[in-house]
């Protein structure tokens, strides 16, 4: 793990981090969204700054502060962190998505306030754009890495996450049992093409550490 960091391997590379939940807005004042706290992606990125990369980190609506020398972008919904992941992806080299994207949002989002009424009340909604999905589509040549938060068939999800998405490595939680949304430590069993790693349990800023070291590994691999 130290040895990533001494080297400053990732110096003169572009890593773009998404991070946090997105917001759907109902109406002016109401919105859809989850318990991300985005302290995964902030360690993230902040052990790829410390692994010497340019860092674009691109923020969901969360109450930590920016990383020393990383590149902070706030965003609100789904379509505004495309947006900025569009704006900055032309030459990252490497794609980490910890963002947990709302996967809808209002089909017709309302121009005022939504009135109460005596009925009970359906909502329709759309899709939200797959950020990362696009990503590993439009830019085969950047290494893209996901998330993916399970509460059962760790493996087998994040299997197919790897293959329907296209993506070089996964990153995949157990959540439930004391682990995952807005708990200190975490633990991620990893998953490429042809190999796993298990991270074991530990607090997330050297889970973060950890991970950054396998994805160097793995960019290398394929950039050698
Ligand atoms: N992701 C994204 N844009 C979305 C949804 C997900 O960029 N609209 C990214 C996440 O940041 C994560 C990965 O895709 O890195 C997997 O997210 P996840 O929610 O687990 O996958 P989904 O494809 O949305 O599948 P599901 O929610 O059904 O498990
Ligand atoms: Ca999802």
Redesign the pocket.
Known sequence: VVQAFKSAVLAGRHVVV?AGPTREALDPVRYLSNHSSGRMGFAVARAAAEAGACVTLISGPVTLSTPAGVERVDVTS?ADMEAAVNRVIDDADIFI???????YRSAQPAAQKMKKSTDGLILSLEK??????QVAERRPDVFT??????TEQLET?ARA?LT??RLDLVAANQVGDGLGFGVEDNALSVYWADGSRELERAPKEQLARALITLIVERFYAQHP
């Not at 939200?128 to 999905?133: H, K, Q, S, V, Y």
């Not at 890495?145 to 399970?150: M, P, Q, S, T, Y």
């Open positions: 998404t789904a998505a910890t963002a947990a994207v709302a996967d939200t754009p797959d950020i990362l999905g890495v996901g998330f993916a938060a399970e999800y996450k329907r998405k």
